[in-house]
């Protein structure tokens, strides 16, 4: 149980387009959806927290014009990382959870995105 | 704010050996949880273990176990009969009860066979 799908799990795309990463939540509601950024060899830094029905919260540096979060329902929250530029290019990782603290965090499997 | 610390970068171990990768945090809160995940290089995160606070027994899962100091607060992982397989980067984490996490900035694990 407790499955966490993200797609796409690679895009390369030209600078200047839209990408959009979706993270669903297959077999549970997820009240709350983290959105991480890892780069290579570096632990996850958190970009924001999507809770279901409202406005995400970001961390601080993160710019919320460039990352647009929606979490239109329990089991879907989606980045969009507007105009890309190759310093957007990283590792995207979705977590859900049940807000119990109890329970880990459940991962996707990440998205690749490289802007070229 | 909670912070994780793995002091350790990178560690190595043989084959069939032991290891232990350390862990401090530093909470004001009585009550949180905390994990263990391992990340290979396929990059899927991967829970390891968990311990709750609250329990005075370290948790142990076949290979690995943990030595959790809650006075020292201190959340240590011990690999026993280190496989190939094991060979990942290794996040602490530390949960709220509602669930957020924070996480350490990693160990890296080398199996030498």
């Known amino acids: 149980g407790a499955v966490v799908s993200q797609h796409p799990s690679w895009v390369i795309c030209k600078s200047g387009t839209s990408v959009k990463i979706e993270c669903r939540s297959l077999?549970?509601?997820?009240?709350?959806m983290f959105w991480y950024r890892q780069f290579p060899k570096q632990s996850l830094m958190l970009m924001a927290t999507s809770n279901e029905g409202s406005k995400a919260t970001y961390e601080q540096g993160v710019e919320k014009d460039k990352f647009l979060i929606n979490h239109a329902s329990l089991t879907l929250s989606t980045l969009t990382v507007t105009s890309a530029h190759p310093e957007d290019s990283s590792f995207y990782i979705c977590?859900?959870?049940?807000?119990?603290?109890?329970?880990?965090?459940?991962f996707g499997d990440g998205t690749r995105l490289s802007i070229l | 704010a909670q912070t994780v610390t793995q002091s350790q970068p990178e560690m190595s171990v043989q084959e069939a050996e032991t290891v232990t990768l350390s862990c401090t945090y530093d909470?004001?809160?009585?009550?949180?949880?905390l994990f263990w995940y391992k990340q290979p290089p396929s990059r899927q995160m991967i829970l390891v273990i968990r311990q709750e606070a609250y329990k005075q027994q370290n948790a142990t899962e076949n290979r690995f176990s943990v030595n959790f100091q809650k006075a020292a607060k201190s959340f240590s992982l011990k690999i026993s009969d280190s496989q190939l397989g094991d060979a990942a980067m290794y996040f602490c984490a530390y949960n709220t009860n509602a669930g957020k996490s924070t996480f350490g900035d990693g160990t890296t694990l080398t199996v030498k066979p």
């Open positions: 977590s859900a959870s049940r807000d119990r603290g109890f329970e880990p965090q459940h």
């Open positions: 909470t004001s809160e009585s009550d949180y949880y």
């Open positions: 077999d549970f509601q997820a009240t709350t």
